[in-house]
């Protein structure tokens, strides 16, 4: 059959993407997702609530951030002309800003003054913690131990900035864990708390919402890139855990048809199940994912013969998780976009050639678009362009690397 | 008329509360769990509630959370569930719900679990994270093979979409006593009551109130307002304490004997 090209990606209005999306809750969470759902839209409407976001962006993110022309690593590669959309640079780091910044701001409207986040790497938990301090209200992180251990650092800053950071240690404790924890969380306090979700993932509005959060991303690449080069880039990639940073640079480009858009998962350190998060790869008998619900939605989900959700493996742990958010398996099925993996020695290797050839030390999850890029980049003329979302910063894995290399 | 339907019919008849106890598949072993199924049928169970373990589940507190760990350790599947529904039902005819989550079930396949449960003898599915907005074609092919699906409300659930779940239901609606999670509480709110109020103001499918119902005292309170009461964690705290003795499955149903009467008395008392 062939395939009708994708010009919009837009979910029903029970959040399905296809057969993607959904929710898939416990009874007790409909209602305050249908009222979350209820005032997004409104927000969504209301040109008040979108330039008092981008003043806040504007001011206390830094935005707009810079496309930079990464004149080193082009020459390394060989190829296209490589360009690095600076979501580093952001205020915490990260583009998990944008998102929080944005939720807080629905929060707020809500009158919600609980906040309650998971996070894997900690950039999400940092990110919330950070609007929460700046609105004054409770923060509530729920982090993996496992994920504890890896990201020290980010710990120590949620807790400089007043969050309360819950331990969990149920399942392989890391990211999927500490969403269950958030979710029951949620479940027991509907009525005064909100449940700020750092990814594009989770029942019906958040895959939404936050890629709305995370638009931002690729409508400032995409007019960056045509003042720079006059023309489109012909591949756009990222890293994709849950995929909000993936589907923020995507998603003003998917009509855009000569454009690539191409997706990196954690290739972990090995292709059987368990030992990687490359929910798209390796075909469904030797690891890879197939059709589930997982975590109030429907996408691509490793999990076992019996539809149990294994431990996953990334070195980074903002990769480390066992689905994908709906809409990228959407336009994985529709082939409007493309999902590749990068091992966690390919994620080493362009954090180290990153940092060395441009001075720019980027986050364990970002490093996994690096190598993938430069091989891309390499195949293309040198009048092509390729963006590159470097979408967090490295500090707080430099420990971890440095633990790596002495070992 | 579905088996659970005539189990209400013969509740309401003799004016006595229901009994609904829950245990998990597997623990802490399958043979363990055929032998509890027989001995809480015959300690006053009018259903029980045999819980599938899922990884992620999110609906449920720590107790229920363990015995789901230790199950799935065991390697428990599905399959096996089904398997013990089948051998269990060989010697009781309580009516037993499926309670899991929607992966396990999705991974299964929807006809071949229509088909293998009503085989086995299971006689509902509850599948927690899966409201009725999502449960098209699920619950149709339930129906067609005579296996009741089974829908929770909570207190947060608006009128609206109390019409619209009670129109889907069969068999009985599972109430949620309060916001949260499966867990023993000391007390009942009285969200409970007027949960079910509003539920009987709409359908006139029998109410169970479940969640935090953990001893004798709940129960009765609950059978002022509602059709039964299930028990889940304070049981499976139980099989979990007791989980090495050799007369684990009699020391449950001593348990079960400590919450609810016998079908006999209840009757005579009228409670």
Known sequence: MQKLPITRSEPDEHGHWGKFGGRYVPETLVAPLEALTKEFSRARNDSDFWRELSQLLCDYCGRPTPLFHAQRLTAHAGGAQIYLKREDVLHTGAHKINNAMGQALLARRM?????????GAGQHGVATATVCALFGMRCIIYMGAEDMRRQALNVFRMRLLGAEVVTVHAGARTLKDA???????????????????????????????????????????????????????????????????????????????????????????????????????????????????????????????????????SISAGLDYAAIGPEHAFLHDSGRAEYIYASDAEALEGFSVCAELEGIIPALESSHAIMPAIRIAHELPRHAAIVVNLSGRGDKDVQLVAELQTQ | MSRIRDTFVELKCSGRGGFIPFITAGDPDLATTELLLVELATAGADIIELGVPFSDPVADGEVIQRASERALRNGVTLGDALTCVARAKQHIHVPIVLFSYFNPLLKFGEDRLANEAKQAGVDAVLVTDLIPEEAQPWTETLIQHEVDPIFLVAPTTSDKRLVHITQQARGFIYAISRAGVTGARDEMTHDAETLVKRVRSVSDLPVAVGFGVSSAEQVREVWRFADAAVVGSAIVREVERLSAEADLVNRVGQFARSLVAPKSVRQAAGN
Not at chain 1, 111 to 118: F, H, L, S
Not at chain 1, 182 to 195: E, G, K, N, Q
Not at chain 1, 248 to 261: A, T
Not at chain 1, 278 to 285: L, Q
């Open chain 1, 179 to 313: 969403i269950n924890e958030a979710l029951r969380d949620w479940v027991a306090h509907v009525h005064d708390t909100y449940y700020l979700l750092g990814s594009a993932l989770g029942p019906h509005p958040y895959p939404l919402m936050v890629r709305e959060f995370q638009r931002v991303i690729g409508r400032e690449a995409r007019e960056q890139i045509l003042s720079a080069t006059g023309k489109l880039p012909r591949v756009l990639i990222a890293c994709v855990g849950g995929g909000s940073n993936a589907i923020g640079l995507f998603h003003p480009f998917i009509s855009d048809e000569s454009v690539r858009l191409i997706g990196v998962e954690a290739g972990g350190h090995g292709k059987s199940l368990g030992q990687h998060a490359a929910r798209f790869h390796n075909g469904a008998a030797s690891g890879g994912g197939r059709v589930g619900v997982l975590q109030g939605t429907m996408s691509y989900i490793l999990q076992d013969e019996s539809g149990q959700i294994p431990t996953t493996h």
């Open chain 1, 111 to 119: 009158g919600k003054r609980r906040i309650i986040a998971e996070t």
